[in-house]
């Protein structure tokens, strides 16, 4: 044998004689006749050893190896993002792919004219053949790319979808679309740019059979926030699925769009019993709105102003008050309305109880409005006209009624007997009029006084309107 056969039979690394000797010739002209065939085998043996070999899949890679190849498929592209460099060093800029084979996924990242090729050329659902060095990135293993090439006889038996499910969502996708419930919409906010210019931003909560997701809406398609109501039904186009205080989030920026259709997105929370909730404990629930409260102004320690709404909450286990903090209060909910508190937080409330919080991560969506009354006021709790429940079907009896309808049966007796009644129960709303709850019955009151949730006091008076008026209040 020859001088390249000899050492290409000492090769550790996975490459045939014909494309060894191809590398030689090269190393050869590159060095301009200062090395003859047996220096350049050597030269090309000595970098293939420090580069390492093929891993037999994506699940193989790990950080702190050396240069490692492998085939995958590319299924998200992200944009080029530009980055400064130190000293008078000209901007950086560098491109995220996800590719994936049978055993997983993994984020290559392209660096410069790399980055610049890649945005023109790859395309999701080729597949590559990858040469790079692996490290450990922010949210796993990432692999630096050397060297990245088309591999057409590759077989790949990874699925790209036209349109993915929200529990198909996955760091680092791009170009995804969903079709999806919306079930909370925040509102618009402005910020300011390293440039001087302003940006504007919104976020929407949406949901489908598989579970839910946060989608940021970025500058020109921020305005679909407030163009949405929750339980319509949307499909999301071109998104890109970024990671949040360790959560995904989908994105839409001025490629994408959030467009309104016509079908009917399922969407079925999995919701906990009342009844079994326990401090600390963050859940969803989902009951009827038994009383509301005004909105409250508060200042925080910082001098900035806060705001705050409490409601009363029921299904068939139990009832528990949730505080709906900053833009939640502003959120349109009455007695009778049907509800669901995604990612509420179960914390030591008045008296010994529990109740829930409700913050800027929370989602509040109302499936079903109570019908007004002939008065103007919410109907009966029981009778919102939606499939799901009503505070009909939680009541014990006929004593519990609609915390909106004002009514008792000690109320009711009073009423039909006219003789004045006295009623002492827990401030379970504290506005306009006053509703007390004695564990058994509510009775809703017009009193000129100031009252807490949680108190416990009397009235007492005649029932006019539906109402008790209250003469005293002790």
């Known amino acids: 044998m020859g001088a390249i056969e000899d050492v290409h039979a000492d090769l550790d690394a996975d490459i045939s004689l014909e494309e060894f000797r191809e590398a030689v010739e090269e190393k050869v002209a590159q060095m301009g006749g200062l090395a ?64 994936a084979d049978e055993t997983g996924s993994v984020r290559i990242t392209f660096w410069d004219k790399q980055a610049d090729a890649g945005e023109d050329e790859l395309e999701v659902g080729e597949t590559l ?61 402005t910020f300011d740019r390293d440039d001087g ?3 504007r931003v919104s976020n929407l909560k949406v949901g489908d059979e598989t579970g ?62 009342i009844a079994d909730l326990e401090i600390g404990d963050e859940v969803d629930i989902a009951g009827v709105v038994r009383s509301a409260d005004p909105k409250r102004t508060f200042d925080r320690d910082d ?8 409601i009363r909450v029921q299904d068939d ?8 903090w900053g833009e939640k209060a502003d959120e349109e909910i009455a007695p009778g309305d049907e509800v669901q508190l995604a990612d ?43 499939d799901g429940p009503g505070l009909d079907d939680f009541a014990d009896g006929d004593g519990a009624e609609s915390a909106a309808d004002g ?20 401030v379970v709303q504290a506005g306009d009029p006053i509703i007390l709850d004695d564990g058994e019955e509510t009775v809703s009151v017009d009193a000129n006084t100031d009252v807490t949730l949680g108190q416990k006091l009397t009235a007492r008076g005649e029932l006019r309107d539906g109402r008790l008026d209250a003469e005293d209040v002790f």
């Open 36 to 99: 003859d065939e047996e220096t350049a085998a050597m030269l090309i043996a000595h970098e293939l050893d420090e580069e390492g070999g093929e891993v037999d899949s994506v699940a193989d890679i790990e950080p702190g190896m050396e240069e490692v190849k492998f085939v995958a498929k590319v299924v998200g592209i992200g944009d080029v993002r530009s980055f400064e460099r130190d000293g008078d060093q000209e901007d950086g800029r560098v491109l995220n792919v996800e590719v």
């Open 129 to 189: 053949r990858i040469a790079g060095r692996p490290k450990e990135g922010y949210n796993g293993v990432e692999v630096n790319v050397n060297q990245a090439e088309a591999d057409d006889d590759a077989d790949i038996d990874v699925q790209v979808q036209d349109t993915y499910r929200i529990e198909d969502l996955s760091l680092g996708l791009s170009d995804v679309n969903l079709r999806a419930k919306v079930l909370d919409t925040d509102a618009i906010r």
């Open 197 to 199: 210019s302003e940006g």
């Open 212 to 273: 839910r997701v946060r989608v940021t809406l970025w500058d020109d398609r921020a305005d679909r926030a407030a163009e949405l109501d929750a339980g319509t039904s949307v499909e999301v186009v071109d998104g890109y699925v970024r990671e949040r205080d360790g959560s995904l989030e989908l994105h839409v920026g001025d490629r994408g769009a959030v467009e309104q259709i016509d079908e009917d997105v399922e969407y079925v929370p999995e919701t906990a019993d």
């Open 303 to 310: 001098g900035s102003e806060g705001q705050v709404r409490n």
């Open 317 to 324: 286990t139990g009832d528990l008050r949730v505080a709906l």
């Open 344 to 386: 509420i937080e179960i914390q030591d409330g008045w008296e010994d109880d529990i109740e829930g919080s409700a913050g800027w991560q929370s989602t509040v969506t109302v499936f079903s409005e109570a019908e007004p009354g002939d008065d103007g006021s919410p109907a009966d709790a029981g009778a919102t006209g939606g």
């Open 407 to 426: 009514g008792s049966n000690a109320a009711a007796t009073a009423e039909e007997s006219g003789e004045v009644v006295e009623f002492t129960g827990t």
